[in-house]
Nanobody, 127 residues
Framework: QVQLVESGGGLVQAGGSLRLSCAAS????????MGWFRQAPGKEREFVAAISASGDNTDHADSVKGRFKISRDNAKNTVHLQMNSLKPEDTAVYYC????????????????????WGQGTQVTVSS
């Protein structure tokens, strides 16, 4: 069982930056690939980024490539999403997710692939 708690969301002007964090409980964090998803009002949840259990490999959605970067610290059981050059269309609730794996998989763009989810943190980008 893994519990995930997101933090770092807030209101920011277009062009600004935010750093989201996701703290995970448990002693087996390094056996989970991690992902970030987001959901805007009236829209489906969409993939943002994922990182392998070791942190060696990452994947980012085309819409955020070059602006967002996922990273993790297995010693601190945390995963981060650094978001730069934010746009109004990035406004959404951002969710952290975990998938148990013994492989170095990191291409996990579908929400159904994940085992655990956090409650989400709101990101609002004003124009």
């Amino acid at each position: 069982q893994v519990q995930l708690v997101e933090s770092g969301g807030g209101l920011v002007q277009a062009g600004g930056s935010l750093r989201l964090s996701c703290a995970a409980s448990g002693r087996t964090f390094s056996r989970y690939a991690m992902g970030w998803f987001r959901q805007a009002p009236g829209k489906e949840r969409e993939f943002v980024a994922a990182i392998s259990a070791s942190g060696d490999n990452t994947d980012h959605a085309d819409s955020v490539k070059g602006r967002f970067k996922i990273s993790r610290d297995n010693a601190k059981n945390t995963v981060h999403l650094q978001m730069n050059s934010l746009k109004p269309e990035d406004t959404a609730v951002y969710y952290c997710a975990a998938k148990f794996t013994i492989t170095p998989m990191y291409r996990l763009p579908t929400s159904a692939e994940y085992d655990y989810w956090g409650q989400g943190t709101q990101v609002t980008v004003s124009s």
